[in-house]
């Protein structure tokens, strides 16, 4: 299992006490664009997904904003976690 997944893994099953670093890590090894503005939030695309997800770039990131990280990553995948 690769350091990405394990990782994802870890935010899928505890998602306090996240940082903004931890994302963008996971984010890269599945090949999502980060962009970041200068401003307090980082936003990740990837064209085979229609919406963006903006989070904020405050330590530690609120749990509500890994658990849509987690599913906006899962549908990088392929995968629908909500079944």
Excluded: C
Excluded at 4 to 10: F, V
Excluded at 50 to 62: F, G, H, M, N, W
């Amino acid at each position: 299992m690769a350091r990405g997944d394990k990782t994802l893994e870890a935010m899928r099953g505890n998602p306090r006490d996240w940082r903004i670093n931890s994302l963008e890590s996971v984010a890269a090894a599945f090949g999502v664009n980060i962009r970041k503005s200068g401003g307090s939030h980082v936003v990740f695309e990837h064209p085979d997904v229609a919406e963006a997800l903006s989070v904020p770039a405050r330590r530690p990131i609120k749990p509500i904003y890994v658990q849509r990280f987690v599913r906006f990553i899962d549908s990088v995948r392929g995968r629908d976690e909500r079944d």
